[in-house]
């Protein structure tokens, strides 16, 4: 069974740093072609794909945020984490990780969805 | 950036209606599109993937077509569980980019 689940702070400040940890189970990491990935979901709006990190080692960032963005991983303890610099009110969104699938062809999507952490950003 | 267009916002339709979202991209993605259901409260879940293969588990009434630039999800037999929130999502290319989303209430 396949599971991912987000952990970290509900409310930051502005202008501090968001540090969000994805837990996953039943698949590894180290399995070619597998990536983790993290998006977030304004209020009422649509998804935004954020980063990404692969079973090789690989990284791939949004270009709209690669500035404040960070994400590592530990294969042995099963974990993603993503940083985010200099939170501001605009970056109130829950925030997802979820699972790339080896793909036959290269393509990116994602079968498998953590359940979601609201974060809020207020003074 | 390769944008994704989707339309309509929403759609009201009744239990039974044949139901169709369009996803145009702003560029030839081949057939590297994934539609993906969100319903209320809930999380993301995978529908679709490469334009027309239907994830494991998703029922028959969901089914994706199109290449290049322009693709649909029908939703043959509408049923009162299908109310949610449809994105489509390029798969082609980082960086990811989804659609706004269509809203599907039933009437």
């Known amino acids: 069974q396949i599971t991912l689940k987000e952990s970290g702070p509900t409310l930051v400040k502005p202008t501090q740093t968001l540090t969000l940890t994805c837990t996953f189970s039943?698949?590894?990491?180290?399995?070619?072609?597998?990536?983790v990935g993290w998006f977030r979901q304004p209020p009422g709006k649509a998804l935004e794909w954020l980063a990404i990190?692969?079973?090789?080692?690989?990284?791939r960032y949004s270009p709209s945020l690669r500035s404040r963005l960070t994400i590592t991983r530990d294969t042995s303890r099963n974990q993603v984490v993503l940083t985010v610099t200099n939170m501001d009110p605009g970056d109130t969104a829950t925030y997802y990780c979820?699972?790339?699938?080896?793909?036959?062809?290269?393509?990116?999507?994602?079968?498998?969805w953590g359940q979601g952490t609201l974060v809020t950003v207020s003074s | 950036d390769i944008q994704m267009t989707q339309s309509p916002s929403s759609v009201s339709a009744s239990v039974g209606d044949r139901v169709s979202i369009t996803c145009r991209a702003s560029?030839?993605?081949?057939?590297?599109l994934a539609w993906y259901q969100q319903k209320p409260g809930q999380v993301p879940n995978l529908l679709i993937y490469?334009?027309?293969t239907l994830q494991n588990g998703v029922p028959s009434r969901f089914s994706g077509s199109g290449s290049g630039t322009e693709f649909t999800l029908t939703i043959t037999s509408l049923q009162p569980e299908d109310l949610a929130t449809y994105y489509c999502?390029?798969?082609?290319?980082?960086?990811?980019?989804f659609g706004g989303g269509t809203k599907v209430e039933i009437k």
């Open positions: 039943g698949f590894s990491l180290s399995t070619r072609g597998v990536g």
């Open positions: 990190t692969y079973y090789n080692g690989d990284i």
């Open positions: 999502q390029q798969e082609n290319s980082f960086p990811l980019t």
């Open positions: 560029q030839d993605i081949s057939r590297w």
């Open positions: 490469a334009a027309s």
């Open positions: 979820a699972r790339e699938p080896y793909t036959d062809h290269g393509q990116h999507y994602f079968d498998y």
